[in-house]
C-alpha cells in the first residue's frame, strides 16, 4: 500500500504542476482527477479482441486469479472489480423488454 501512496502522490503533484498553465475546463477536470484519487477511486478500462489476454493481464495486476481465464470467451460483457475485505461476488441481469402494440 505504500508503493500505492507514492504513485498516488507523485500523480497528484503532476496534476497540481499541469493545472497551473490549462484552461478553465481542464483544471476543472484535472480537479475532478485528483478528487478521485484522495478517495482512492479510478477506472481502468481494457478492451480487445476475444482471447487477446485481457483477463490474465487483469490477474496479473490483482496478483490473485479473481477473473476467469478459459480456451472459450468467459468475460464477454462488461465486468466490475471493486476492492472489498472479504472476497465476494454480485451478479446483475439488467433486461430490457420492449412491449410490442
Keep these: ?56 493481464l487483469i490477474n496479473a495486476l490483482l496478483g490473485a486469479e479473481v477473473v476467469p481465464t478459459s480456451i472459450v470467451p468467459l468475460t464477454s460483457i462488461i465486468t466490475v472489480l471493486r476492492f472489498g475485505g472479504q472476497p465476494k461476488v454480485f451478479v446483475r441481469y439488467l433486461y430490457q423488454f420492449a412491449i410490442k402494440n
Design 1 to 56: 500500500m505504500a508503493q500505492y501512496a507514492l504513485i498516488r502522490d507523485g500523480l497528484e503533484n503532476i496534476i497540481a504542476k499541469i493545472s497551473q498553465t490549462g484552461t478553465d475546463y481542464s483544471r476543472k477536470r484535472l480537479d475532478e482527477l485528483s478528487e478521485k484519487l484522495k478517495q482512492g477511486q479510478f477506472n481502468l478500462v481494457i478492451m480487445g479482441q476475444f482471447k487477446r489476454g485481457k483477463s490474465t
